[in-house]
Structures are given as C-alpha cells and as structure tokens.
C-alpha cells in the first residue's frame, strides 16, 4: 500500500490545535494511556488525588483496555483516582446495556482498584425536575476536589465533544440536552433499534470542559477525518464544538492516520512546504487539481499547476503534458478486466502477475455478505476465470438478523417435518420457546440465547452458502471459521487472540493461495473489520516467520465494505463491471434476504447494503471517467498491502 513519508507529519503550520498522528489507534491509545499512567503516578508520590475527566462511546474503548493491562501486568494503583464521566444518555437506567455507567465498569472500573466513591457518572434516573441540582451539584463536586487534571474527549462527525451538540455556547453548563439526529443515528448500532436511542442526555458542558487543566481530545478512522481538520484548522465557531478547543492553553488530539487524511499536511503536503515528490504524492496532487477544477488530467495547463500551489512540481518534473501522461497511465494501468492477472500477458505495469495464470485464491469475508456486497463482480470474475475460489466467512454474523427471521425459519422447517413425516415434537418446542423469548425480549432486550444466535448463524450460513453457489464456488470451497473473538451475542467483541489467528493460518495452509482478498474497510462502525484484518495479517505474518515457501508467492489485496471506499489515488486495481455484471451482482446481493430492509445495528447509513455497493462502484466509474478515462458502468477498487 502507498505511503507518504513520514517526515510530513511535522508540517502542521495549518494546524491551530497541536495534532499527534500514530499508525492506529491502538498505538495512539497506548501513547494517552502512558500519559495517564505517568500522571497518576506522579500525584501519587506527592500524595495528591488524580482527577480524569472520562469519556465514553467506540472511541476510549482500547485506551481504557491498555489501563487495565498497566494495572495488571505494570502494578499501575487507581486508588489515589477521581473520576468524572462527561455525559450520560437520560432516561436510561444504569444497569442498561447501554448506559454510559455500565460500560465504564464494564470497560475500566470493575477492572482496577478505583474507590468506587471516586467514581463520578451523570445519574440518567434522576427526575427531570431535578437535573438541574445534579448538575449544580456535580459541578460542585469537581470545583472541590480541585478541577479535572485531565481531560479525555471523543469527538462526533458533526464536531460534538461530550454530548454538547452544534450551537452549543462557550459559555454552557452542564445541563439536560436534545440530541442531534446525526448523534442518534451513529449511535444507533449501540441499540437494537433507531426508535429506542434516547432522545435526550445530561452533558458537562463547553465551559466545564474548558476549566480542566489539560485535554487530550482521541479521534480514529476516516469518518472523523473532515470534522477534526474543520476543528483545528479552521476559525473558531460554535457551530463546530470541537473548535472552541482551541481557546484552550493545553490541548492536543490525538488520532490515527485515516483521521488525519483531511489536514493539509497529509491532503495537500505541497501547501506547507517542501514536499517530496514521489509518484504517490504526484499522483495525489495532480488528481486533486483535476477533480477540484473539473478538468480530465490531459487538460491540465501550467497555469493550473501554478494556481494550485505546484510550482515546486513543476520546477522539479518538467512541463504539465508530460507529469499528466505520467499520471494518465498509472490510472489507466490500474483498470484490468483480470483480477487474477492476464495470461500469456507480459506487462510491468499490470496490478496482478500473469503467472501462475490459475491461481489459487481466498477471499475473506468478514461478516456471510461481504464478499458478495464489497467485490461481487471481481469475485464472480475470479471464478469464470477459472481460478480456484475459496471463501472463509470468518463470523457468523449473527447480531445482525432480525428475531423475526428466527420464527420464520423455525416455522418453516416445523412444516417441513410435517410433509416429510418426521416427528415434529421436538421442532415445536423449540418454535414455542423462541417465540416466547423474542416476545420478551421486546422489553426486557435480553442478549439472545445460544440457541438462538445458533439459529441466527444457521441463517446467515445459508444465505452464504447459496451465493457461493450462485457464483459457481462449489460447497468444498466455502469455509465456516466462525472466529471466537466475534461470539459474543453482542456488538462488544472480545480481541482478538491466538486461537482466531491459528484457526485462520489452518485455512491458509490447506489452500496456500496465491492471492488472498481481505476487507480493509476499517470504517465498520462495528470494528469486526478491523478485527479480522488483524487477525488475516497476524495469521500471514506468523507463517511467514515459520518459513512455509508458498507464503512468497501470496498478494494480500484489500477491499473495501459497505462503509466507503478507497480515494482514488490510492487504488492499485480496479476491476470494471458491465451493466449486466452490476445486476448479476445484485442478485447475489439479493440472496442474503436477512439483510435486506431493515437490519439491526445497520450504522448511520439507512440504504440497502445493495444500494450502498452499486451507488459506490458507480461512483468510483464515473471519477475515473471525469479524469479523462474511460467510462464505465462500475468498479471495484482494491489495493494491495504489503506485510
């Protein structure tokens, strides 16, 4: 996968906030979680209490993870520790699997030695005549103890820190407060449905915030990208919460390299001083002049290179015609209707290798509907082909199918029985306990049985099942592996561990592909994605340390889900889809009748998962065409990772 050299990190002049970019979010969670450690410890040798201001929600989720192993492994004491959460939905009651007070013990607190009378959570009970005691009262407990020393915040697509919504004043208290429905929908994976994501939460607000002694603001993944280069590089402004921040003396963000792809010094290096130019970043650059100035790449002129600030670029490469073919045929050179490589097909430029000109291949799919949803048409290519397909469906993904499904198919195969002669005894007991729990579960959202979550994995094995069919992938090619890490009967998932890697390098072993698929889509709101990356990658990596030969000769090529989709200059391959080929897609999309409609924790996007692929590879097609390629129906981007 392209990179850009690191030494452009330093050029923040931009930037108004001081911005630490780490690789991922785990390393930028180990790097706050040291600063934590040190700071408590410090307080502890001058037998001083420690106030963290706390935060909630996907984004603290691993940085609380590394201070639970500091407390284990590293003896780190939270006794001398005061907490204050931030926020809490309302009304909600505390044992709810939602609330913010469950997942703090759930997360942190029942992990470590923390006095719970240090522990400070906005109480969701609380009447609504009286929030506005607890929230003077709550103010006032902080003021006592001598401020927040540190505060942690998390940050919303629409610049929301704490639950403090755009609008929100400088000036605000902690108070009760509607939620934006852009706040409700992203948190909507959180609860079975959108109509039960409460409406209303109690917040500390801006000016709380704004007293602590110091703040790391976190951010990871590209959906956050736009809102943290709006908040630190751009004017101050309610309408953005997070850029009140920069009225502050001592805070940093700290985030990944996908949230930092919207700042200048990674979208446009060149504006901030020297740039080096290699061919990513000459590729990047004149992209980006085209597409902002509508203009296919052969048109451009010297004049628009010196309009956009590449002067450097063109002083460096030459006249523009000759840095456009340049950039003309590295787009042009990605497009291939052989996703396997051509055979009998010499060319440097080509993305995949011709030979062996039948290849061994494994496509894997995080949840049953993946491979069909993200790369369809390249994984009936594949086939057609004529190379060896495998697919390893790597969870059961069975949070993700209605209860209603459950009773359907129970239902069904009760009838069944009855035209077969079987005795049904046994199928309807199973019908009548099921409809008894999902009746229940309507107010009490109970977690799923296991026979239950058994049913639901049964349905979605079917649906894969029949779209591998539906491809040509005989049944000896579809893999199971139904990794651990994922059962969980909620969207919480353990970590990964050794036994998900060693299930996934048994599965590598017995077909030892020469290409191997996997979803590089770490946007899922859900994070199973990313999860299964790192488990296809550590499974890789510990069999290329062991030696095995065939390892050599294996391309790890990524896609991307239903979530979004590679920029342009950063694809390697792109697969063209003919209008027959987008609904032969569909179909297979189709198949997955589960997923259709309304599906439970969905995310914020409220389209189909068919809608989300076609709208997307059309989209992908028609950036190609506007640069002066040819247009095509739609494509399948990809880009190779090197491990």
Not at 303 to 329: F, M, R, T, W
């Amino acid at each position: 996968m392209s990179k850009q050299n690191t030494a452009l990190d330093l050029l923040d002049s931009f930037e108004k906030i001081p911005v630490r970019i780490y690789p991922d979010l785990y390393q930028g969670s180990q790097a706050v979680a040291q600063e934590i450690a040190a700071l408590i410890r410090d307080k502890q040798k001058k037998k001083q209490k420690c106030v963290l201001g706390l935060a909630t929600g996907s984004t603290p989720k691993a940085l609380y993870a590394e201070l639970v192993r500091m407390h284990r492994e590293e003896k780190l004491s939270f006794k001398n520790v005061i907490s204050f959460n931030l926020d809490e939905y309302y009304p909600i009651s505390k044992n709810e699997r939602q609330s913010y007070n469950r997942f703090m013990k759930y997360h942190l607190f029942d992990h470590v030695d923390i006095d719970p009378k240090n522990i400070h959570i906005p109480d969701g009970e609380v009447a609504k005549d009286d929030i506005k005691a607890q929230a003077a009262a709550y103010e006032k407990k902080i003021a006592a103890v001598g401020g927040i020393d540190l505060q942690i915040l998390g940050i919303g697509k629409n610049g929301h820190i704490g639950f403090n919504e755009p609008g929100s004043s400088v000036l605000s208290k902690m108070r009760l407060i509607a939620l934006d429905n852009s706040t409700r929908i992203a948190n909507a994976y959180e609860f079975s449905s959108m109509a039960e994501v409460p409406r209303l939460a109690i917040t500390m607000g801006i000016s709380n915030i704004l007293q602590a002694k110091k703040i790391v603001l976190l951010a990871w993944g590209g959906s956050k990208a736009k809102v943290i280069q709006q908040s630190v590089e751009e004017d101050v402004t309610e309408r953005i919460p997070a850029s009140l921040l920069q009225n502050h003396d001592d805070v940093t963000f700290v985030i990944d390299e996908s949230a930092g792809v919207e700042l200048t010094r990674n979208k446009s290096p060149w504006l901030t001083g020297e740039c080096e130019w290699t061919p990513y970043m000459i590729k990047k650059a004149v992209i980006h002049m085209a597409l902002d100035s509508k203009k296919t790449l052969l048109s451009l002129t010297n004049s628009d290179y010196l309009q956009y600030g590449l002067s450097d670029l063109l002083i460096e490469k030459g006249d523009a015609h000759d840095i456009n073919l340049q950039v003309y045929y590295m787009l042009r050179d990605s497009i291939t209707g052989w996703p396997g490589g051509k055979p009998n097909f010499t060319l440097s430029t080509h993305p995949e290798r011709s030979e062996p000109a039948k290849k061994r291949v494994i496509i894997f799919s995080p949840h049953p509907d993946d491979d069909i949803i993200s790369m369809g048409g390249t994984f009936q290519r594949l086939h057609d082909q004529g190379h060896d397909v495998h697919v390893g469906y790597q969870t059961s993904g069975n949070i993700a199918v209605n209860d209603e499904f459950v009773t359907r198919f129970i239902d069904f195969a009760v009838g069944f029985e009855k035209i077969a002669g079987i005795d049904t005894a046994k199928s309807e007991k199973i019908l009548k306990d099921a409809r008894k729990f999902v009746a229940a579960k309507k107010t009490t959202h109970d977690i799923d049985t296991p026979k239950i979550r058994a049913i639901k994995g049964l349905i979605r094995r079917g649906e894969a099942s029949a779209t591998c069919r539906y491809v040509g992938i005989p049944d000896s090619n579809i893999h199971f592996m139904n990794l651990p890490f994922y059962e969980t009967g909620t969207i919480e998932k353990n970590p990964m561990s050794q036994k998900d890697v060693d299930i996934t390098k048994k599965l590598l072993r017995e077909v030892k592909p020469q290409q191997v698929y996997c979803a590089g889509d770490f946007a899922d709101p859900h994070g199973t994605h990313l999860v299964c990356f790192n488990v296809v990658l550590e499974a890789l990596k510990q069999i290329k340390a062991d030696g095995d030969e065939w390892i050599n000769d294996c391309w790890l090529w990524l896609y991307k889900g239903a979530w979004q989709e590679w920029k342009i200059e950063e694809i390697e391959m792109a697969i063209p889809m003919s209008p027959d080929q987008v609904m032969k897609k569909r179909f297979g999309i189709f198949i997955h009748q589960s997923q259709k409609d309304a599906v439970p924790f969905q995310g914020s996007d409220n389209r189909e998962f068919w809608q989300r692929a076609e709208e997307r590879n059309a989209a992908t097609a028609k950036i190609y065409a506007d640069l002066g390629l040819t247009h095509y129906a739609a494509m399948e981007a990809f880009v190779r990772w090197q491990y």
